[in-house]
């Protein structure tokens, strides 16, 4: 079956229906207090396919705090700067653990083992502290570079709704820095960290970002280049191996694709070669993913009969 004989548009409409008046299981994040605030019914869906056409339901268009799927950006922009030295300081097996675990860094002497969890994500966001004169912009700019759209922005409450209760990374990163695994000031990496998750996007602008993912590390349209066909198969590697932390497994099992979630209830997979999708429903499962962003998802790969296995 190629992309063309499926109609992309229906399986959408068939997901949406299937699932818009169903009681949503899971709960908001609330450690992070703005989170809390957003309505637990928000449900939408976007499938960018390679050949430039869009499909959608729902709240698709509205911006939501992005989280946790910025490390695949932050995590891209450290491997385009660092190369493979990046992988001395952070390490790509799945860590079984929950995404904001510290309990592994003792035994591993301040080497996270991905770049997906919190651990690892903080070396990464260090790395792009210690590579910019003013990292925030050079994320910004490469989002910007990606999507064509410079719209895309932090959401400076939620950065600071994060900071004033972050007592967990803020552990993390000085218990990093005690192993040398920190080369800046804790407050400046976590500035960075809290900014990074604090990033609005829509599913739609997020299924256009991660295109590249889908495509060899190039824009479609414009044809630009952003990372190399070596950068992306290790991208997705991770996003497969890590993507959920310790519901790793269950994603490939039940969806079978590479992605990345947040706790802001946002995911977004891609399959090579053919689409990037994102989806958004805010209620959390116990692991920290989005309960009906999995199960849509679920739906996706079996009835387009399209996941990579
Ligand atoms: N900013 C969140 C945190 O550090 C991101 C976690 C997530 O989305 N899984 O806790």
Known sequence: MTSTSVDYQKILNQINQEFIDQPRSGKVASYIPELAKVPSNKFGMHLYDLDGSNYCFGDSQERF???????????????KVMGDKLWNRVGVE???????????LENDSGIPRNPFINAGALVVA???????????AALLTFLHEITGNPQIDFDPVVAASEQSKGYRNYAMVNYLKSFGNIENDV???????????????????LANAFIIFANNGTTIGSEREFLTG????RVNALMQTCGFYDEAGEFSFEVGLPGKSGVGGGIVAVHPD?????????PLNPKGNSALGMASLERLTTLTGFSIF
């Open 65 to 79: 705090s992005i989280q946790s799927i910025s490390k695949v950006f932050t995590l891209s922009l450290a491997m």
């Open 94 to 104: 799945p860590s079984g653990d929950p995404f904001n675990s510290l309990s592994q």
């Open 126 to 136: 260090d790395v792009l502290v210690s590579s910019f004169s003013n990292a925030k």
């Open 187 to 205: 407050e400046d990496v976590l500035d960075f960290y809290f900014h990074q998750c604090s990033i609005a996007m829509s599913c739609q602008e």
């Open 274 to 282: 053919r689409f990037a999708v994102a989806v958004w429903s805010p």
């Open 230 to 233: 070596r950068q992306v198969k």
